[in-house]
């Protein structure tokens, strides 16, 4: 079996130990958006995930359902959802491995970095005010390329800042 015939299939496994648990159905819908969470890459939000799933899915399903599923599929610790940005965005999740993630204040772009010391620092965290369930790290910055174009923009300001001290002077001369 290829990995990623392997992963759908744990995945698909873990969904129907959940629904099992909790009496839920187990509707075709909820496997199809699975299916597709599965197959996509990176961190995506309920918008556009159902624009993938408008072109990829076996059949239609309302941003609604695709909405309900992840919140399900969250539920069931299948997949992360980051409340950071304006829209949630989720991503696959599956073995509940500590997080850490890199967030561009400017851009919300979100990277991951892997470091295992952090990771088992992560895993080993206990609190008597909170039973943890997923451990999940953010770091909050400014991302190399955003720091990049800021530097260029800032480069821009003060020339053309010089440009007008040099141009007052010079009508000042001119005077
Ligand atoms: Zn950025």
Partial sequence: MDKKANILEQANAKLTEYLTL??????????????????????????????????????????A?????????????????????????????????????????NCGKVEKMEKTEIENVLKSIRSRKLSI????????????????????QSKKTSKSKTLQIYNKENRTNIK
């Fill in 133 to 152: 369930k997923k451990q999940i790290l953010y770091l909050n910055g400014i991302c190399r390329k955003c720091e990049a174009s800021q530097r260029k």
């Fill in 65 to 105: 359902t695709v909405f309900n599923v992840l919140e399900l599929l969250n539920e069931a610790q299948i997949i992360v959802k980051h409340t950071l940005t304006r829209a949630a965005q989720y991503e696959c999740h599956l073995h509940g491995k500590p997080l850490i993630c890199l967030i561009c204040e």
């Fill in 22 to 63: 909790k009496r839920m159905r187990k509707t075709p819908e909820r496997y199809e958006i699975l299916r597709i969470v599965v197959q996509t890459k990176g961190l995506f939000t309920v918008d556009e995930l159902t624009e993938i799933m408008s072109k990829d899915a076996r059949f239609k399903v309302s941003r």
